[in-house]
């Protein structure tokens, strides 16, 4: 297993596809992004590199900006500046991101075109807090600050982190962080499945549970 000052950020990212989210919140209590961020487009694991957009107004312009800027394995991770009513992330904007490669969207806001983005053919994962019919308009472009440290449901996001979601919820943190968990993380999740085993077989609790 390798030390993490060894792992570059491809080996960390291939390896934290195959942890369990919950486990790496048996190992650190920052970067977990609010529950009311949820999973709402395709059901597969989101894994990739923070790509920021920091939108001060609701411009599509500016959006469609930083999804043509987006590379292969990125995250756009979209701020909406507190606004919880116009959707700035729907049908297009995911193929738009899919083209590009990314590995999904993250947005501190609603989306809108839900079942287009939770479509397994042509949708992408996209994590947000709720849904909505309104959507961003084309403006100027001028009303988004492009890689930024953003603000994501209580994280901070720096472009360059790596983004984690699932079903469980998101995660948000520099790979140093996560390279320092990530073996115990992958300790834990092999030992996981022989705890529940003897659980269900009827072994005693206390020993188990490690209460004495
Ligand atoms: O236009 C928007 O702001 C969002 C949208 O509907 C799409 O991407 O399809
Ligand atoms: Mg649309």
């Excluded at 009311?36 to 923070?50: E, F, K, N, V």
């Amino acid at each position: 297993m390798s030390a993490p000052a060894e792992l570059t950020r491809a080996e960390l990212l291939e390896r934290l596809q195959r942890v369990d989210l919950p486990t790496l919140g048996h190992h650190l209590e920052q970067g977990f992004v609010s529950p009311a961020i949820r999973r709402l487009g395709q059901p597969r694991r989101m894994a990739g590199t923070a790509a920021t957009l920091a939108l001060d107004a609701p411009d599509a312009t500016a959006v469609n900006r930083a999804l043509v800027a987006l590379r292969p394995g990125e995250v756009l991770v979209v701020d909406m500046g507190g606004d919880h009513r116009h959707a700035a992330i729907g049908a297009v904007t995911a193929a738009a991101a899919r083209a590009r490669g990314a590995a999904g969207i993250l947005v501190d806001g609603v989306v809108t075109d839900v079942d287009a983005l939770m479509d397994m053919s042509s949708g992408m994962p996209v994590h947000a807090r709720a849904t909505s019919c309104l959507t961003t308009k084309r403006l100027d472009g001028r009303g988004g600050r492009h890689q930024v440290p953003v603000d994501i449901g209580g994280v901070r996001v720096a472009p360059g982190d790596i983004v984690l979601g699932d079903a469980n919820g998101v995660i948000a943190l520099p790979p140093t962080s996560l390279a320092a968990v990530v073996h115990q993380a992958e300790v834990s999740d092999a030992a996981e499945p022989g705890l529940i085993r003897r659980i269900r077989a009827g072994e005693d609790l206390r020993t188990l549970l490690h209460l004495g």
